[in-house]
């Protein structure tokens, strides 16, 4: 059994990278993003850097740019079960 680390990838560097600006630039979704995800920073990460339907084929990350109300509602909708 090998105690290295597994390699990091450059795509792990630019997840690393957007939960930073996250964490720094929206404070509060990145909270709201650990306690949904029970601080999971891969889930979070895939959810962030996924595209998603109610966000019109943009990812999460992608829509903070935009209008990070949206960010905030579809995580308020995802706690409170309403995904109509």
Request: net charge negative; glycine share 2%.
């Amino acid at each position: 059994m090998s105690n290295r680390e597994p390699k990091s990838s450059p795509d792990d560097h630019v997840k690393f990278a957007e939960m930073e600006h996250l964490k720094s630039e929206h404070h509060d979704i990145y909270e709201s993003l650990m306690r949904t995800f029970k601080n999971d920073v891969r889930v979070c990460n895939d959810w962030l850097t996924k595209p998603k339907p109610p966000l019109q084929g943009r990812s999460p990350f992608e829509q903070l740019s935009i209008d990070a109300c949206k960010v905030i509602d579809m995580l308020t909708r995802m706690k409170t079960g309403d995904f109509s």
